[in-house]
């Protein structure tokens, strides 16, 4: 299953056949698409209004293995957003991997 949204950048959420990699610590795998670790759940909220579509029916479609394509009947805003850096509850500031080199440009765009 994905979920296609209008992007200028051609980026999808999709489910994965390889469900290991959501195990793993280090799950940058992707082309820039992302990869969705409960699609059926996903697809029951995207289609909350929606009642032709609800997580049942889109399992036994997965299950059908025949492709098929949705049109959403309302509009839903997308927002994609990349962290380089948070505050975890007990006050601790994470820096994970910066792995699109963000944080580089940034500093030497000030410079």
Known sequence: IKFLFPNRFNVYLHDTPNHTLFDRDDRAFSHGCIRVHEPVKLADFVFKNNPDW???????QIDSAETTSVVMKEEM?????????????DGFVEF??????RDERLVAALK
């Open 77 to 89: 805003h997308v927002y994609i957003t990349y962290f380089t850096a948070w505050v975890e509850p």
């Open 54 to 60: 609800d997580g049942e029916r889109v399992q036994k």
């Open 96 to 101: 994970p991997d910066d792995i699109y080199k």
